[in-house]
């Protein structure tokens, strides 16, 4: 590729293009569907695109904010959230997951969306969804710059104390990704991608590799 085929930006002087691209080069990113309740048992359901797995002992998701939204709020209050799992069939509510609603509204009921009691927290999880982790706060940090100074921005890391999985997504012992036809967020508007079995290879891990999951060196 020749150096003057690369379109240089520097994001605090502005991208230069339609649309932002950096959330659409980061990507496909799994979703975080996140469930969480006030202190009040006010329910809130949300989608969030910054979302992943950090850690495998313990167990460690994250989901971060770019406003100190209903979700942080209920999380900070209470230091408890579920991640749901989003499929294909589920799409759709999803989406109506992420528009405004007056206070007091609960996602779950514009979504026509049931819940589903949890075992060791207070927070529902979505009925529909094929898999569920029920978590517990463990930290919830406020972004800052390279300055040091902080942004409206805040992650928030939860250990994840429970799972719930659609036991026909399970085959000889392995949980099997495709099947479940989830999807993952793509940048844009509102492009996403559907995973599929066509659509997933296999690559043998180097020699010496101990873990199933690219962990540096």
């Known amino acids: 590729m020749n150096l003057e085929d690369i379109h240089y930006y520097e994001p605090s002087q502005g991208h230069g293009l339609r649309h932002n691209p950096f959330n659409a080069i980061i990507a496909p990113r799994p979703i975080g569907w996140i469930s969480s309740q006030s202190k009040s048992g006010q329910l809130n359901l949300a989608p969030y695109s910054f979302f992943n797995a950090f850690n495998y002992d313990p167990p460690i998701l994250g989901f971060a904010s770019i406003a100190w939204k209903d979700s942080v709020k209920n999380v900070s209050e209470t230091g408890e959230f579920v991640w749901n799992l989003v499929t294909k069939d589920l ?32 927070v529902p999880r979505v009925r529909e969804s094929r898999a569920a982790m029920e978590c517990k706060v463990t930290e919830i940090v406020q972004f800052k710059n390279a300055r040091g100074e902080k942004v409206q921005g805040w992650l928030v890391l939860g250990e994840v104390v429970a799972v719930y999985i659609d036991k026909s997504l399970i085959k000889d012992g392995v949980y099997q990704t495709a099947l479940a036809n989830p999807i993952l967020r793509s940048g844009r508007g509102g492009d996403y991608v559907e995973v599929t079995q066509d659509r997933v290879f296999e690559m043998e891990r180097p020699p010496g590799s101990s873990h199933p999951a690219f962990h540096g060196s």
Not at 93 to 117: I, Y
């Open 91 to 122: 799409g759709d509510q999803m989406n109506r997951t992420a528009a405004p609603v007056p206070h007091g509204v609960s996602e779950f009921d514009v979504a026509g969306l049931a819940t589903a009691a949890s075992r060791h927290v207070k």
